[in-house]
């Protein structure tokens, strides 16, 4: 299995308040993605980042911001939680979109109330 | 711009029968092509994929997929399945050039004993 972990697994919060969530791959993948999922919708991208400091935005990134300071990390910030954020949240890592396959954590399972 | 449509959100199929889930996809360019399993509780894992070559493709688990350039589908089939094959099912492209997968919406198999 691909060297990836989330965390927190599971978390409840309040609307309004900051959420950070955490990816940490021990691959050392150029790319890593944060995807949410939910019924109806499958997983639809958030934010992707090619490198470090080096990120874009995907279908629905609007709410989320993301930082990667280190090749390892990969962070997704709540900046003000709504109840519409309620997911489960995947982040996954490749070395090439093209022609390589993405590898997923776990996911978080992200409530808020 | 890529699209992916699974055509069937739900298919039930009683154990030993065979299947077949349905992706047909969208784009300007060429693709290469994924399906991805995801397990209750579970991140995805790759089933199999196509990036060039022999237009059927073998997986894991027993599954296969064949490619239709002119019909724009990945169609994935089982000649039997088993109770274990209960799970949801993902269909993914992506292109040589680009950053991103994009995903269909998911085909939940239930395999009825």
């Known amino acids: 299995d691909a060297g990836i972990t989330q965390s927190p697994r599971h978390k409840v919060t309040e609307t309004g308040t900051p959420v950070t969530l955490r990816c940490h791959q021990t691959?050392?993948?150029?790319?890593m993605y944060w995807y949410r999922q939910d019924p109806g919708h499958g997983l639809r991208l958030i934010h992707y980042?090619?490198?470090?400091?080096?990120?874009d935005k995907g279908e629905v990134s609007d709410g989320y911001s993301v930082s990667r300071s280190k090749t390892e990390d990969f962070l997704l910030t709540l900046e003000s939680a709504t109840s519409s954020q309620t997911s489960v949240y995947f982040c996954?890592?490749?070395?090439?979109?093209?022609?390589?396959?993405?590898?997923f954590g776990p996911g978080t399972r992200l409530t808020v109330l | 711009a890529q699209s992916v449509t699974q055509l069937d959100s739900q298919v039930p199929v009683f154990e030993e029968a065979p299947v077949e889930l349905r992706c047909n996809y969208s784009?300007?360019?060429?693709?290469?092509l994924f399906w991805y399993v995801q397990y209750p509780n579970q991140g995805l894992q790759l089933l199999l994929k196509?990036?060039?070559?022999?237009?059927l493709v073998k997986g894991i688990n027993g599954f296969e997929a064949e490619f239709n350039k002119s019909q724009t589908s990945f169609h994935l089939r089982k000649p039997s399945v088993h109770i274990s094959d209960t799970a949801e099912y993902f269909c993914?492209?992506?292109?040589?050039?680009?950053?991103?997968?994009?995903f269909g919406t998911g085909t939940s198999l239930t395999v009825i004993p």
């Open positions: 196509y990036l060039s070559g022999s237009t």
């Open positions: 980042s090619y490198g470090v400091k080096d990120t």
């Open positions: 993914a492209v992506s292109i040589l050039t680009g950053n991103q997968f994009y």
């Open positions: 784009s300007s360019v060429s693709v290469y």
């Open positions: 691959e050392n993948h150029r790319y």
């Open positions: 996954a890592i490749n070395t090439a979109p093209g022609v390589d396959t993405q590898y």
